[in-house]
Structures are given as structure tokens and as C-alpha cells.
């Protein structure tokens, strides 16, 4: 009689279905239903509220939010900073920073218009040289990293403040240009109411998204990122896929550089940083959007364009310059700290 009250009150204190795979409450229990309810609504949480943004937008200033060229604008704007984004992506799934991907873009726009300019070589060779100086820049943050040891941070912020002292040296910090006509039009082409920078950064977001979510070395550099000490017992060479990372980052880097100078036409020597912060903060925001926990492309594609809706359209309603500034800082430091209290909420769970 004990004995079967007590299997009873076994079978009553249970929390569920089992799943006979794992040993876990099966899908059809309160407790999971709510779990998945919630990351579903968590991680695309980034896309409804770009949809509130622009139905605030439009409501307040329907005159000039609502029109063809802000649309242009707001996607005209985030290009670049989609490829640069798209770099210090690769970069931070194979567990490295890379903070000297803006002065890099800078740098790489400013020796485009020296090589055009200065040494009037032909677009051709000039693009060719820019993109391999990107890379050596890559190459020697490998080197730094993953041959002697130095933390990714501090040699990417080291890196920073040598590669602008060798952008004021190659401009003697003045401007560069006006660049030829066929590097304007390598950046400026028009198709369907999208510029060619449009494109190609549709492009590297596609081959990226590809190479990660969908080979092999992607998903080796995705479990170097996520622990190098145990991705190396597995036999995944972990230096290789940083090395990799780094060098793919800074070449990106250089190539945004290029698409900037052909944009503007005439380089400033102090072109670049700017585009970091919005970068990394769509990076740390795609980890919270689409595949939480994750660095993911699409997540960080959504990030950038919720940033660039957002300050577009408070400047538009009258905010000063420095408003879209503080609109992406805010949303970075609000991306990590929902990052991090997840991850807390993961483990205590």
C-alpha cells in the first residue's frame, strides 16, 4: 500500500512528458511552452520594434520620413557599414576583436586616392594595391594574436593609433582628390533605384552568412569563438581560424575603404572611425536577434537598419547632429547588458 502511494506521489510530483532522447520535459509541457514563447518573442524582438520605430516615424513626420529618398537614404547610409559590420563579425565568431577596422577603412581610402591621385595608377592596380594593404594590416594582427600571444583588444586598439599616424602621413593631412571618374562609377553604378555599394554589400553579407552558417570552417571558427580550449582538445586549429578571421575583418575593412572614397570623391584624412561603433553594435545586437546567444549575419543586417531608421528619423524630427551617435551607444550598451543577463539566465536556469 506505501509502496504504491509513493509511486503515486512519484507520478504526481513529475513534472511531465518525458522525451525519451534526452530525459527532458517533452514539448507539450506548460514549462516548455513558456520557454520557447519567450525566445521566440525575445529574438525577434529587434525586428518588431524597427516595425514601432518606423510606424512612430511615420505618424509624427509622414512629410518626410514617408518618402522614396529617405528610404534610399537610411539604405544608402548603412551599406558600408554593413561590410565593415560584416568583418568584425567574422572577426569576434573566431573569438577576436578587431578595433582597428574604421582608422583601417580610413586608412585604405586615403592611400585609394594617393595611388589615383598622387601616383596616377590605373583604377584597376590602385583597388588591387588597397585591398592587399587591408589585408597585410589583417596579417600582422594575426601575427600579433595567434603567433605571440597579445590579447585581439590590445593589439587591434595599438593598431588603431599606428594606422592613423601612417593616414595623416600619406595625406600630409589634407584632402585627396577628386578621384578618377571609373572609381567613382566602381562605387556609384545605379540599378533599381540601388547604388553598386548597395550591392556589394548585399553580396559580402550573403557570402558570409554561407561561409559560416553553412561549411565547415565556419562552424569550426563558431566553436573557436565559443571555447578555444575545447575546440583545440577536438583537433580544430583554433590559431588558424583567428588568424583567418582577422585577416578576412581588416581586408573587408580595406574594401569599405575603397567604396567610401569612390562615394565621396574626395577623402578626408580623418575618414573612419566613425563607422566602429555602429558596427560593433549591430554585431552585439545580432547576438541577441535570430539565433540568440550567437553572432549572426542577418541579426547584425536587422541591427544596423534598426540603428539607421532610428537616428535617421530623429534627426529628421529636428535632433542635432550628434543624436544618431548617442541613439547606437545607447543601443550598444542595451545589447550587451541584455546579452549578458541572458547568458546568466541560461546558466542559472
Not at 20 to 40: D, E, H
Not at 112 to 126: D, E, Q, R, T, Y
Not at 177 to 187: E, R, V
Request: aromatic share 8%; charged share 10%; proline share 4%.
Amino acid at each position: 500500500m506505501s509502496a504504491t502511494k509513493s509511486a503515486g506521489e512519484r507520478r504526481d510530483a513529475s513534472p511531465g512528458p518525458v522525451d525519451p532522447a534526452g530525459g527532458t520535459p517533452a514539448a507539450g509541457t506548460p514549462v516548455f511552452r513558456r520557454i520557447a514563447r519567450y525566445t521566440q518573442v525575445g529574438r525577434l524582438s529587434g525586428l518588431y520594434l524597427w516595425v514601432a520605430v518606423i510606424v512612430f516615424f511615420a505618424i509624427e513626420i509622414p512629410e518626410t520620413f514617408l518618402t522614396q529618398t529617405t528610404v534610399q537614404g537610411i539604405i544608402g547610409n548603412q551599406a558600408v557599414t554593413v561590410i565593415v559590420a560584416t568583418g568584425a563579425l567574422i572577426a569576434l565568431t573566431s573569438g577576436c576583436f578587431d578595433l582597428s577596422v574604421g582608422q583601417n577603412l580610413g586608412m585604405s581610402a586615403v592611400f585609394l586616392g594617393w595611388f589615383s591621385v598622387n601616383a596616377h595608377l590605373s583604377p584597376g592596380i590602385a583597388i588591387v594595391l588597397t585591398l592587399l594593404i587591408g589585408a597585410a594590416v589583417g596579417a600582422v594582427n594575426a601575427i600579433l594574436v595567434v603567433v605571440i600571444g597579445i590579447d585581439s583588444f590590445i593589439v587591434t586598439l595599438g593598431m588603431s593609433s599606428v594606422l592613423f599616424a601612417i593616414t595623416q602621413i600619406v595625406s600630409d593631412q589634407h584632402y585627396i582628390g577628386p578621384l578618377p571618374k571609373a572609381l567613382q562609377d566602381f562605387t556609384n553604378w545605379q540599378q533599381w533605384g540601388l547604388s553598386g555599394y548597395d550591392y556589394y554589400a548585399i553580396a559580402c553579407a550573403i557570402i558570409c552568412w554561407m561561409v559560416l552558417e553553412h561549411t565547415a570552417a565556419g562552424r569550426r571558427s563558431a566553436a573557436t569563438g565559443a571555447n578555444k580550449a575545447a575546440a583545440r582538445l577536438v583537433g580544430i586549429a583554433t590559431g588558424r581560424h583567428q588568424a583567418i578571421g582577422l585577416i578576412a575583418c581588416a581586408t573587408l575593412a580595406g574594401f569599405a575603404g575603397i567604396l567610401v572614397a569612390g562615394k565621396v570623391g574626395t577623402i578626408s584624412p580623418t575618414i573612419g572611425p566613425e563607422y566602429l561603433l555602429p558596427a560593433y553594435a549591430a554585431c552585439f545586437l545580432s547576438a541577441t536577434q535570430l539565433k540568440p546567444g550567437r553572432f549572426n549575419v542577418w541579426g547584425m543586417v536587422l541591427a544596423l537598419f534598426l540603428l539607421g531608421t532610428g537616428a535617421t528619423g530623429l534627426q529628421l524630427l529636428g535632433g542635432q547632429g550628434w543624436v544618431g551617435d548617442m541613439f547606437t551607444g545607447v543601443a550598444l550598451i542595451i545589447a550587451v547588458g541584455f546579452a549578458v543577463v541572458t547568458q546568466r539566465r541560461r546558466k542559472s536556469a
